[in-house]
T-cell receptor, first 114, second 115 residues
Framework: DADVTQTPRNRITKTGKRIMLECSQT?????MYWYRQDPGLGLRLIYY???????NKGEISDGYSVSRQAQAKFSLSLESAIPNQTALYFC?????????????FGPGTRLTVT | AQTVTQSQPEMSVQEAETVTLSCTYD???????LFWYKQPPSRQMILVIR??????QNATENRFSVNFQKAAKSFSLKISDSQLGDAAMYFC????????????FGTGTLLAVQP
């Protein structure tokens, strides 16, 4: 079984709809991250969380919100989706000790906003 | 601000040959980490190799090796004996090594492997 899972894997939604992307991990990591990938831009950080009570904005947080429901679960919400939020979204995790700089990625969610 | 630059949008290599992907970065930190990630058509992000900045020795993982030039802020990836399965998008990433462990990614290099 995958250590980091994301649901859904693919989603098509309409402009103005609220949508939630979910991430779960069994790696026991404290730190979780949400990135988006756009062609020609690489991956950019949206939000990150060090534990349930510690959530921080990344470089492109506008239009997004997150919820850390438990150590293993980190959700990303688009309150009112717009077409330029069409992208590939990745969740990642890292440990707080040992190799905290090493991130492990989920399989990604392809989101299309029409 | 930290930046990562991959100047080669696309590269091509013949099967069994060697190819080098370039990456440069900018940072004011002395303690940091560098990574190469592979993204095949399945879109999964796979960690290929890592380099700690405090280590002078270049990292090696089987057919993958890096040329880390700290003073020049250069971190290239060499793939030896290229295989068809190496065809993918490759991303260079810089980790700040600090409390946040945030990664800054380059824009990627799409590698094609010709049979």
């Amino acid at each position: 079984d995958a250590d980091v899972t994301q649901t859904p894997r693919n989603r098509i939604t309409k402009t103005g709809k609220r949508i939630m992307l979910e991430c779960s991990q069994t790696k026991g990591h404290d730190r979780m991250y949400w990135y988006r990938q756009d062609p020609g831009l690489g991956l950019r950080l949206i939000y990150y969380s060090f534990d349930v009570k510690d959530i921080n904005k990344g470089e492109i947080s506008d239009g997004y919100s997150v919820s850390r429901q438990a150590q293993a679960k980190f959700s990303l919400s688009l309150e009112s989706a717009i077409p330029n939020q069409t992208a590939l979204y990745f969740c990642a995790t890292s440990a707080a000790s040992g190799r905290p700089y090493e991130q492990y990625f989920g399989p990604g969610t392809r989101l299309t906003v029409t | 601000a930290q930046t990562v630059t991959q100047s080669q949008p696309e590269m091509s290599v013949q099967e069994a040959e060697t190819v080098t992907l370039s990456c440069t970065y900018d940072t004011s930190e002395s303690d940091y980490y560098l990574f190469w990630y592979k993204q095949p058509p399945s879109r999964q992000m796979i960690l290929v190799i890592r380099q700690e900045a405090y280590k002078q020795q270049n990292a090696t993982e089987n057919r993958f090796s890096v040329n880390f030039q700290k003073a020049a802020k250069s971190f290239s990836l060499k793939i030896s004996d290229s295989q068809l399965g190496d065809a993918a998008m490759y991303f260079c990433a810089h980790g700040d090594g600090g409390a946040t462990n945030k990664l800054i990614f380059g824009t990627g290099t799409l590698l094609a492997v010709q049979p």
